[in-house]
Structure formats: structure tokens, C-alpha cells
């Protein structure tokens, strides 16, 4: 008779991660340092600047700063920024985004006033469209110079900077802005609230004034385009093009139809940036958009996009435009000079830009450790 064989005991299973390792999984370690800047930065501006005796921190933290200043300032800079990441992780950059929104934003106002070609009359949805069409137009023209004349993305953007913003002069009369104060269908875009009745707590001895529509309009974009970039094959083959283009072409990607779409992405939600400028400062004016794609890019690279490409998310482009929004907003409630806050964005450009260069360096080291072990 034969000895009782003893049976295996089954193999234990891979031990489940736990939830700060899911956590941080899903949230990103960028994502996360940003959380945390822009938490430690609101205090800062709410409670240490009033114990050093400086006075106007006090007023961040109230309904009419939160949904009023800071909400409405960050929603230009931050559809810019949502349509530079989309380009950026491409492994290009579109220099012109400004320029963009400020001929926008006199399409949109003379759309608005005087209708198109006296057909139709000017009306919400076509002062939209005019800006987005607009854009649209633009963005083809810089997708064009960059993929069939084969031009630097960085001089090709540079070049049509001045040349959109020349455009925006040349098509508002006599370069003058375009008025749009008896319009109040249209500057409801910049002044009218969703969800007033809710009922919430004051804050700052301020009652909750709603949600902007503008603000509103961002937050849709920025949802629209993280889909986009997260679960299309769009999305993919940008993230693919930014990372080996040359591997992108060979796996059967169509390059220069994708970088001309994703320049039209740009283009187009410039456009509605522009649009939305119009209503907000109620006159389409070519010098509308100046100086904020600098604050656009500032985003997008400390939100964690690479200079190279292949690397970004909306969801952090957005964490960090709220972070250049609050810093921007604490400043002014500090009372900081405006040139000195340009300094400011200066500097932080500067540290976007090499943050980013020290997270390429430190995954390329990494891939190297493991391909040396393999």
C-alpha cells in the first residue's frame, strides 16, 4: 500500500494593494503634489499672511473670492492650457494660443452686433460659433505650417502669433474694439450663475453666488478633452506620436493628419477662450488675448507634461492652473505689484520646465536600470 500522497497547499494569491497605494495609483504622484501646492499655498494665503500682518488674505477664503475672482480668472488661461496639453503631449507647442483668442474675440463680437453677411442675425449661439470658427481657421493654418512646410513648431507658432494678432487688428474697425454692451444675452456667458438655490453655508460672511457659467464652460471642456486624450484612439496616437513619432508611423498612424487635428483642438478651444473673453470684458478687442500663453504653458508643464512629449493629462493641466490661479488671485489680494507677479510667472515658468526635464531625466534613468537588469 502506497504512502498518502499529502496535498499541495493551493498558491496564495497576489496580495491586493492597499488603499494608499490604490490612492496614489489612481490619483498620480504629479497629480498629488499639486494637490497639495495648491492646499498649502490657499493656506498660506488665508492664515499665515494675516499672523505676519499682512492685510487682504483674510478675504480668500469667501464665496465672493472663490466663485467670483478666482473662478472667473482662471477660465481663460485654463481652456488655453486645456488645448496646449493636447499639442504639448503631442511633442509640439503652439506659441500663437493668445493671439488666437484675441482674433476670436473680435470674430465673435462682430458676429454678435452685426450677424453673418446680413443673413442671420447675431444672436448667443453664433458669436459662439463665429469665436470656435475662428480658432478653427487658425489652428488649420498653424497645423498646415507645421506638418506640410515642415516649419519648427516653435518658430512656425511664433510667426502666426503676430501674424493672428495683426489679423484681429486689420478686422476690427479701424483696430478699435468691437462693443458688445447691448448685448446682455451674449455677456451672460460672463455674468450669469448656475445653482444660486443650493443651499450652502456662508463663507467669508458672503452667501454662495452659484457656480459661473464660465467656469461651468471650463469644467465641460476640460471633461470633454480628458476623455478624449484618456479613452479614443485620437488620444492614444498623440500620446504615441509625442513619444516616438517615428514608431507611431511605422505602427500605422497617419503622423501628419493627427498633428493637424491636434492643432485644430488648440485652435478651436482658443476660439471658444476668445468667445468667452468677448463676453467677459463685454468688447471684442485684438489685444484681448495678449501675454496669456505664457501662463498657458506655465500650466501645462507643471501640470507634468514633458518638453519632449508623450507626457500629460488635462486632469493636471487643470491642478496646476488652479495653482497659477490662486497664486495669481493671492497676489492680488496681498497687494503685490503687477510687474512683480510677473515676475512671479517668470520664475515659475522657469521651474516648470526644468521640473519637467528632472522627470524625463528620472524615467529614462529608470528604464535604463530596467533594461540593464533584463
Known amino acids: 500500500m502506497s504512502e498518502p500522497q499529502l496535498l499541495a497547499a493551493p498558491a496564495a494569491g497576489p496580495k491586493r494593494p492597499g488603499f494608499g497605494r490604490r490612492f496614489l495609483a489612481t490619483v498620480g504622484v504629479d497629480n498629488l503634489s499639486l494637490i497639495v501646492a495648491l492646499a498649502a499655498l490657499g493656506c498660506f ?36 492650457a486645456v488645448g496646449e496639453t493636447v499639442v504639448i503631449v503631442g511633442g509640439m507647442l503652439d506659441i500663437s494660443v493668445g493671439s488666437i483668442a484675441s482674433l476670436a474675440s ?57 501674424a493672428f494678432d495683426g489679423l484681429a487688428f486689420l478686422i476690427a474697425p479701424e483696430g478699435k474694439p468691437v462693443g458688445i454692451v447691448t448685448q446682455p444675452d451674449f455677456t451672460w456667458l460672463a455674468t450669469g450663475r448656475f445653482l444660486q438655490g443650493l443651499p450652502l453655508p456662508a463663507l467669508g460672511g458672503r452667501d454662495w453666488p452659484g457656480i459661473p457659467v464660465m467656469f461651468a464652460v471650463f469644467l465641460l471642456v476640460a471633461l470633454v478633452m480628458h476623455i478624449v486624450m484618456r479613452y479614443t484612439d485620437f488620444g492614444r496616437s498623440v500620446y504615441a506620436i509625442g513619444g516616438n513619432a517615428t514608431a507611431a508611423r511605422l505602427a500605422g498612424i497617419n503622423v501628419r493628419r493627427v498633428r493637424i487635428a491636434m492643432y ?37 508643464f507643471l501640470g507634468g507634461a514633458a518638453t519632449a512629449g508623450g507626457r500629460g493629462t488635462i486632469v493636471g493641466t487643470v491642478l496646476a492652473v488652479l495653482l497659477v490661479g490662486v497664486l495669481n488671485n493671492g497676489m492680488n489680494l496681498l497687494g503685490v505689484g503687477q510687474f512683480y507677479q510677473r515676475i512671479a510667472l517668470g520664475l515659475l515658468l522657469v521651474f516648470a520646465v526644468a521640473l519637467s526635464q528632472w522627470r524625463q531625466a528620472r524615467s529614462e534613468r529608470a528604464r535604463s536600470r530596467t533594461a540593464a537588469l533584463v
Open 45 to 80: 494665503i488665508a492664515f499665515v499672511t494675516p499672523l505676519l500682518g499682512i492685510d487682504g488674505g483674510e478675504n480668500f477664503l469667501s464665496w465672493q473670492n472663490l466663485m467670483n475672482s478666482l473662478a472667473q480668472s482662471v477660465v481663460i488661461v485654463g481652456l488655453l
Open 106 to 162: 473680435v470674430v465673435s463680437a462682430i458676429v454678435v452686433t452685426q450677424g453673418v453677411m446680413g443673413m442671420f442675425p447675431g444672436s448667443v449661439v453664433l458669436g459662439l460659433l463665429g469665436g470656435i470658427a475662428a480658432g478653427l481657421f487658425a489652428g488649420t493654418v498653424n497645423g498646415l505650417i507645421v506638418t506640410v512646410l515642415n516649419v519648427n513648431p516653435i518658430i512656425a507658432t511664433l510667426g502666426t502669433l503676430a
Open 264 to 300: 485644430l483642438f488648440s485652435g478651436g478651444i482658443a476660439g471658444i477662450a476668445g468667445a468667452l473673453l468677448t463676453a467677459q470684458t463685454t468688447s471684442g478687442n485684438p489685444i484681448n488675448g495678449r501675454g496669456l500663453e505664457l501662463q498657458a504653458i506655465t500650466a501645462v
